[in-house]
């Protein structure tokens, strides 16, 4: 059955950067995309961006871009994503999905969610 | 992009049908067949629904149908049980290979 599997939860200072890890199974990696989506606490989910599995194509929302860092290890069936300079706004629990490469839209299956906390 | 209209909260007894709407542009739910609703319950990840504006993935019941007229994407949950008080998002491609969530609407199950 597929599967995703993050990372543990960070805590992290103001300014740092955090990686967060995807680790699938249960499916051909290289067939489908990652999503990134996070969610503040109490509030909605954000997209955040997609990758496709071979690593070669990624989009990202554009109040992210120069921040965010999305990549895949094909060899390990994982997908990373980086976000750099943290701030406040930043604690969230962040998720990744399985989504497809046609439409880069459809998100069926995710991980657990993995807790970034961003405090001094 | 600014994100999608859902409103706050809905509630309906056991048995009975609620419809949630999600609101965008034609940038966004109107240009496109493209939405998704995912349905969270607390502290969990979300669970896909229906994606294509209306279609279901193995495993979701017939219950939940969803459709899309002009730029208003609506999920209908029909048959309303306990387990279905949650909370729920749309999403939609909003060109250039991003998308955008609505804010969610909580379902209270009287």
């Known amino acids: 059955q597929v599967q995703l599997e993050q990372s543990g939860a960070e805590v992290k200072k103001p300014g740092a950067s955090v990686k967060v890890s995807c680790k699938a199974s249960g499916y051909t990696f290289s067939n489908f995309g990652i999503s990134w989506v996070r969610q503040a606490p109490g509030q909605g989910l954000e997209w955040m961006g997609w990758?496709?599995?071979?690593?070669?194509?990624?989009r990202s929302a554009q109040r992210l871009q120069g921040r965010l860092i999305m990549t895949t290890d094909t060899s390990a069936s994982a997908a990373h994503m980086e976000l750099r300079s943290l701030t406040s706004d930043d604690t969230a629990v962040y998720y990744c999905a399985r989504t497809d490469t046609v439409t880069t839209v459809v998100m069926d299956f995710w991980g657990q969610g993995t807790l970034v906390t961003v405090s001094s | 992009q600014s994100a999608l209209t859902q409103p706050r909260s809905v509630s309906g007894s056991p048995g009975q049908s609620v419809t949630i709407s999600c609101t965008g542009t034609s940038r966004d739910v109107g240009g496109y067949f493209y939405v998704s609703w995912f349905q969270q319950h607390p502290g969990k990840a979300p669970k896909l629904l229906i994606y294509g504006v209306s279609k279901r993935p193995s495993g979701v019941p017939d219950r939940f149908s969803a459709s899309k007229s002009g730029s208003t994407a609506s999920l209908t949950i029909s048959g309303l049980q306990a387990g279905d008080e949650a909370e729920y998002y749309c999403?939609?491609?909003?060109?250039?290979?991003?998308?955008?969530f609505g804010g969610g609407t909580k379902l209270t199950v009287l």
């Open positions: 999403c939609s491609y909003a060109g250039s290979y991003t998308l955008v």
């Open positions: 990758i496709s599995g071979d690593n070669a194509n990624t």
